[in-house]
């Protein structure tokens, strides 16, 4: 992990926190490409009435629309929260090869339930996860004990 990671994931807790405040489960992504944002985005689920509406997939979406292409194999991911099983896929797909994470996921993540990124696929994906996880855990908590009040 180097100082570039925090300072990345650190953006993404700020997109993470735009989420908290209008009421979305607190997960924030951004993708890089040359040390460059090139993509940002949070939950949004309730917002869009939307299950696919999360903030991997809307940060895919927009790298791919400023990149003009699918592929985004030279550009890294930064995500507050273990990705789920859908946007590991999305992750995969896309043929990103630096995924870094903030807290874990145990009930969906898709590296705690089934560790999607092990299997062989025609190109590597190096993971890294726990970057800012303190921080990132306590947004995700704070959130569900401010819903459960």
């Known amino acids: 992990m ?7 994931m650190s953006l993404a807790l700020k997109e993470a926190k735009k989420a908290y405040d209008i009421d979305e489960v607190p997960v924030g992504c ?3 490409l040359n040390d460059k944002v090139i993509a940002r985005a949070y939950n ?5 009435k939307s299950s696919i509406s999360h903030a991997e997939i809307l ?13 985004l194999d030279d550009c890294k991911i930064y995500v507050t929260l ?11 797909q896309a043929k990103i090869k630096n995924l870094y994470y903030g807290a874990k996921e145990l009930r969906y ?11 062989k696929y025609n190109y590597d994906i190096s ?14 908590s704070s959130f569900f004990k401010k819903l459960r009040n």
């Open 59 to 71: 940060a895919i979406k927009k790298a791919s629309k400023k990149l003009d292409s699918w592929r």
């Open 2 to 8: 180097t100082n570039k990671d925090e300072y990345f």
């Open 127 to 140: 993971v890294l996860g726990g970057i800012l996880e303190e921080e990132s855990s306590m947004l995700i």
């Open 44 to 48: 949004k689920r309730e917002k869009d």
């Open 30 to 32: 951004v993708i890089v």
């Open 82 to 92: 273990e990705p789920c099983i859908m946007c590991a896929g999305a992750i995969l």
């Open 109 to 119: 993540g898709s590296i705690s339930l089934a560790n999607i990124f092990s299997y």
